[in-house]
């Protein structure tokens, strides 16, 4: 049977109405619906200034001139597009659960991607796990939303997620701040935080979406387990039982609260999906009351 598309037609057509929205202003750059507050050529006005040698005289305030015998030169808001970097997590712990973290991921991410395509800003969409992968670089309108799609259904988990090295190679490449969307479960034995933080050091605007299947947060099983690790096939045993379960989806949440805080101190937005949730009513429910999406 042939595999359902990541977003059909009608949903599609309800994200029309959205934009990607985010809360720095950064030099020279705009997006999301987003005034720079930078001077320079552009469609709303911004401030006058005195004209100098070599300046355009087709901008000139001709009518000032008439008034005040001086030459003034009309300035008005930029509006060069800022990139949207979206690193999605192919890591294999993606692939777990009954309802696979990996295919929602793909699903939302060509979403975010539409959403970016119609308000004509510039989208990167960069998997990782251990390491950055080659990206897909999108811009110009809706008409590049199949090679998107074409390059999301291409992807696979693999790999074991490594957010330091990851980071690292992500700011080598990136040096110029911008909006970062981050999709994943931040699930890595060496931590998340600190990376993040660094990303967040360099300037970049975090938007992070944390996904978890129902079992990740709140395990249904009871009785003696032997757990084997998706990345590194480590193995533990286990006692599990209510009281077990308590104590997990307590830390499972403070783990969660860690990231939430994290963005919310930088100046980003976070929010917690779960797979569980359709789609549709994350983007226009969780994603736009955090305000990644306007």
């Known amino acids: 049977m042939a595999e359902q598309p990541l977003i059909d037609q009608q949903f599609l057509e309800k994200l029309e109405r959205l934009a990607l929205h985010w809360q720095k202003s950064f030099p020279g750059l705009v997006g999301g619906r987003n005034p720079s507050r930078h001077p320079g050529p552009g469609q709303e006005f911004h401030e006058h200034r005195h004209f100098h040698h070599g300046d355009d ?3 000139v305030n001709w009518r000032a001139y008439l008034r005040f015998e001086k030459l003034f030169l009309k300035m008005f808001r930029v509006e ?13 712990s993606m692939a777990t659960g009954e309802k696979p973290k990996f295919r929602y991921a793909q699903r939302l991410a060509a979403a975010l991607c539409y959403i970016s395509l119609v308000r004509l800003d510039t989208i990167f969409l960069q998997p990782f796990s251990d390491t950055i992968v080659e990206p897909f670089r999108g811009g110009g309108g809706r008409h590049r939303f199949a090679p998107a799609v074409e390059f999301l259904s291409g992807l696979e988990p693999a790999g074991r997620t ?8 992500f700011i080598g490449e990136c040096p110029q701040g911008g ?31 944390q996904l978890w299947a129902d079992e990740d947060r709140e395990p249904p099983w009871e009785g003696e387990l032997e757990l084997e690790d ?9 006692s599990f039982d209510a009281g077990a379960r308590a104590r997990y989806t307590a830390a499972f949440d403070e783990f ?7 963005a919310l101190r930088n100046g980003g937005r976070y ?3 779960s797979t569980s949730l359709p789609l549709e009513e994350a983007v226009f429910g969780p994603l736009l009351e955090m305000g990644g999406v306007a």
């Open 162 to 169: 490594d957010y330091i090295r990851v980071a690292r190679q």
């Open 80 to 92: 060069p597009r800022t990139p949207v970097r979206l690193l999605l997590d192919i890591s294999r």
């Open 256 to 262: 969660s609260e860690g990231i939430r805080r994290l």
């Open 179 to 209: 909006l970062l969307i981050i999709i994943s479960d931040f699930l890595d034995e060496a931590g998340c935080e600190k990376p993040l933080q660094y990303l967040a050091d360099f300037g970049h605007e975090l938007l992070l979406v």
């Open 271 to 273: 929010a917690g999906l």
């Open 230 to 238: 998706a990345e590194t096939g480590g193995h533990r045993e286990l």
């Open 57 to 59: 005289l087709r901008a």
